[in-house]
């Protein structure tokens, strides 16, 4: 079972950006497509991104296509999600998850298996 701690979040403004990480242990890392949701307060935990094993391929909500990027260190066990342009409707909490597969297999979070602890992002207008 990986274990998934992510980190980097903050308070920004309208405008800015962030990084965020998610360290992993364990040796199946590098195996698996990563994704990363987000949940904003009351309402439903939303797929964000994800990439695939070898992070050839990436796939983005809509809402955030153009303004965030996700990608992967697989030497150092980590994946990250780079968020420019925010907005205040990107506050939430960021969570990082492990996918089923090598390959992305949808956007539900029932695709995800290990998750992490989440990060609170805030944006600021």
């Known amino acids: 079972q990986v274990q998934l701690v992510e980190s980097g979040g903050g308070l920004v403004q309208a405008g800015g950006s962030l990084r965020l990480s998610c360290a992993a242990s364990g040796r199946t890392f590098s195996s698996y497509a990563m994704g990363w949701f987000r949940q904003a307060p009351g309402k439903e935990r939303e797929f964000v991104a994800a990439i695939s094993w070898s992070g050839g391929s990436t796939y983005y909500a809509d809402s955030v296509k153009g303004r965030f990027t996700i990608s992967r260190d697989n030497a150092k066990n980590t994946v990250y999600l780079q968020m420019n342009s925010l907005k205040p409707e990107d506050t939430a909490v960021y969570y990082c998850?492990?996918?089923?597969?090598?390959?992305?297999?949808?956007?539900?979070?029932?695709?995800?298996?290990?998750w992490g602890q989440g990060t609170q992002v805030t944006v600021s207008s």
């Open positions: 998850a492990q996918g089923g597969g090598s390959y992305y297999e949808g956007d539900s979070e029932f695709d995800f298996g290990s």
